[in-house]
T-cell receptor, first 114, second 111 residues
Framework: DVKVTQSSRYLVKRTGEKVFLECVQDMDHENMFWYRQDPGLGLRLIYFSYDVKMKEKGDIPEGYSVSREKKERFSLILESASTNQTSMYLCASSLQPPGANVLTFGAGSRLTVL | DAKTTQPPSMDCAEGRAANLPCNHSTISGNEYVYWYRQIHSQGPQYIIH???NNETNEMASLIITEDRKSSTLILPHATLRDTAVYYCIVRVYTNAGKSTFGDGTTLTVKP
C-alpha cells in the first residue's frame, strides 16, 4: 500500500559529494514537494513541482536543485553536500484542486553529511 | 498562510478523548484548517481538514469556532498508537501544498 516511496531511508555522505534523493509516487498526483525537517525548525519547503519539468522554489532552495522528468518521479539534488545539509528529507505529493489537495508523504530519508 | 499556535505537548490517558487545540487568529476567509500527524520515524500523515463547518472522519473530528480563529482536533478514543506529533496548518485550498509545518503538539497517550 506504499504510495510515496523515497529511495533511501538512511544515507551517509562526505562533504562535497553530489547527492541524489529520489522520490516516486504511484497516485498520479500532479504536485510533488521536497521538505527538510530539523528539530526546532519544523518542516521547511525546499522545492515543489506542479507539473513535469516545472519547478518552483520553496522557502529554503539554496544549495539544492530538483528534477522532474516524469510525472511520478521528483528528485532532489545536492550538488555539493555540506554538513549543514544533514537533515531528514521528506517527499510529498498531492492532487491539483479541485482534487483533494492534501499531502501524502513518504517515510523520509535521513541524510548525514560528514 | 496564516500562522498557527499549538501547545508543545499534551498527555492523554488511553481510551479517553484527546483534544488538541490550535490557534489561528489571523486566518483569512478562504483558508482551510488542516491537521496532520507524524509518528516517530515516519512521514506526516493527513488526518482531516475543514473550512468552517465541523468535520468528522474515521480518524478524528475537527471543531472550528464560529469566528474561525481557533480549532480543536478530537481523537475520540485515544490509543497508544496515537502517540505522535500533531500539526495544525492553515492554507488556501488552491495553494499547491506550500504548507508551513511548525513544531506541532507532541501527544503522548499513556496506559
Amino acid at each position: 500500500d506504499v504510495k510515496v516511496t523515497q529511495s533511501s531511508r538512511y544515507l551517509v555522505k562526505r562533504t562535497g559529494e553530489k547527492v541524489f534523493l529520489e522520490c516516486v509516487q504511484d497516485m498520479d498526483h500532479e504536485n510533488m514537494f521536497w521538505y527538510r525537517q530539523d528539530p526546532g525548525l519544523g518542516l521547511r519547503l525546499i522545492y515543489f513541482s506542479y507539473d513535469v519539468k516545472m519547478k518552483e522554489k520553496g522557502d529554503i532552495p539554496e544549495g539544492y536543485s530538483v528534477s522532474r522528468e516524469k510525472k511520478e518521479r521528483f528528485s532532489l539534488i545536492l550538488e555539493s553536500a555540506s554538513t549543514n545539509q544533514t537533515s531528514m528529507y521528506l517527499c510529498a505529493s498531492s492532487l491539483q484542486p479541485p482534487g483533494a489537495n492534501v499531502l501524502t508523504f513518504g517515510a523520509g530519508s535521513r541524510l548525514t553529511v560528514l | 498562510d496564516a500562522k498557527t499556535t499549538q501547545p508543545p505537548s499534551m498527555d492523554c490517558a488511553e481510551g479517553r478523548a484527546a483534544n488538541l487545540p490550535c490557534n489561528h487568529s489571523t486566518i483569512s476567509g478562504n483558508e482551510y484548517v488542516y491537521w496532520y500527524r507524524q509518528i516517530h520515524s515516519q512521514g506526516p500523515q493527513y488526518i482531516i481538514h475543514g473550512l468552517k463547518n465541523n468535520e468528522t472522519n474515521e480518524m478524528a473530528s475537527l471543531i472550528i469556532t464560529e469566528d474561525r480563529k481557533s480549532s480543536t482536533l478530537i481523537l475520540p478514543h485515544a490509543t497508544l498508537r496515537d502517540t505522535a506529533v500533531y500539526y495544525c496548518i492553515v492554507r488556501v485550498y488552491t495553494n499547491a501544498g506550500k504548507s508551513t509545518f511548525g513544531d506541532g503538539t507532541t501527544l503522548t497517550v499513556k496506559p
